[in-house]
């Protein structure tokens, strides 16, 4: 099948809109790829360093409780700590508000796409205080801005990132032989969590060829790597187990204890054949369908082998590939797709969206988690499911009906025409059935719920 304009926007988009016109070709999607994040520079989100600062001020807070000597000294710094957190909280709906406004109104819609792919690749989840709301700094930091160079440098910015050290505790990770684990009489236990999903998630994927002794090797490795206060990368020395160790059959390390062997390791992992499979086997699964095409899987992994990972040469060789834009149904839609891609079809205005975390919760956050889908919060390391059946439940199915046929409305009062919406939402290949609905509700609500909760809508 060749390159169609509405399956471009449907299947590596975030779906159609009135006012955004489809990509004109793979060339012109590679191209917005390659230039200005003009998303991002118009709903931004902020980086790690600020999650990092509010974590400071609240344990500061938590601090003067301790050794408060009075009683107003403790309800002073128990308001401090409130604020604190109300102020991130605050600050962390803004986050959410621009990113699901990227959704509706970004004209590249493939990067959205992208990175919340990626940030589902390498999935850390903030464990609690203002940890739990670094997950969108975290992607702005560390996955966005590499969506289009080498996959070794995503992969690098991903493990030094304080969310991905905190998420996995590799940041108090000690080696049982380092000079802090001799003076701590350690014993040979190991925290291996980062190393094994480093290998098994992030890189050579699950069944690839390596072993348990590898796991052990990159998890002594890893040792080392930590974070300052909270808020930046350091490698610690002190924490660092010595000595060489063998991963994959090459041995790293040796007297210097620096981040130089994480970085060897890195690389080689990047480069490893079985990444190569791994990651054009999960990007064409995300992207076209459960079971993807073998020889456009296989045209991918030789393009990123090829090129050293270049991931931009990786989605060149999907988009190119016939089978990318087979006619059949696509993917079904996550809830994030699902809720992204009904704001843009609506063609919805900044002003729509509200600011108010607790509107937004109520809106937008709350009837996700009914959909199945809890922002930024997977269960595990793998992030969420991709099968079709994961997303296609009785009560999940139900949640997104109640959310187009009540949402919409709640949002803009002033809604389209059903009649128009549904060349809007599906383009012109709209199944009759749909039109012959939307044509029949008795209001614009229910047109544009039936749109929305119709089974075309549901797929990429």
Known sequence: MPFEPNRAAIRFGCGLSPKIAAPLNVDAMLAALEGPDRAAERFPVAGFEVVGRATIAVQQAGRDFRNAKSEDARVAAR???????????EKAGGWVRN??????????????????????????????????????????????????????????????????????????TVGPNSALGQRRNLSRDLNENLGRELIELHTLGVGAEYSQADVRALAELLTGMSVERETKFMFRPRFAEP??????????????LSFDRVAA??????????????????????????SPDPDMVRTMAEAY?????????????????????????????????????????????????????????????????LM?????????????????????????????????MTVPFRLMRLLPDPREFVEAALGPDAPEPVRFAAKAAETHAEGVGLVLASPAFQRM
């Open 99 to 172: 990113v699901l406004l990227r959704r509706a109104l970004a004209q590249d819609g493939f990067r959205e796409r992208l990175a919340f792919f990626w940030s589902d690749h390498f999935t850390a989840v903030g464990r609690a205080g203002p940890l739990s709301l670094g997950y969108l700094p975290y992607v702005e930091d560390a996955i966005r801005p590499y969506l289009d160079g080498r996959f070794a440098d995503m992969l690098k910015a991903v493990i030094t990132h304080p969310h991905m050290l905190i998420y996995f505790k590799q940041h108090v």
């Open 79 to 89: 308001e401090a700590r409130k604020m604190h957190l109300r102020g991130l909280r």
């Open 305 to 369: 082998r090829a090129s050293d990972g270049h991931l931009l040469e990786v989605y060149q060789a999907m988009l190119r590939h016939p089978a990318a834009w087979h006619a059949g149904p696509g993917n079904v839609k996550q809830p994030i797709d699902f809720v992204g891609s009904s704001l843009r079809a609506l063609g919805i205005a900044p002003r729509h969206v509200p600011d108010d975390h607790r509107k937004l919760n109520q809106i937008v956050l709350g009837p996700m988690v």
């Open 243 to 256: 000595g060489a160790h063998k991963v994959l059959g090459r041995v790293y390390g040796g007297a210097e």
């Open 372 to 404: 199945g889908q809890t922002w930024g919060a997977p269960l595990g390391p793998d992030g969420w499911p991709e099968a079709d059946t994961a997303w296609i439940t009785p009560q999940r199915m139900a949640a997104r009906l109640q959310w187009g």
């Open 265 to 290: 390791v890195l690389e080689d992992l990047a480069a490893h054949p079985a990444t190569a499979a791994h990651l054009a086997r999960k990007l064409a699964v995300h992207f076209t369908g459960d």
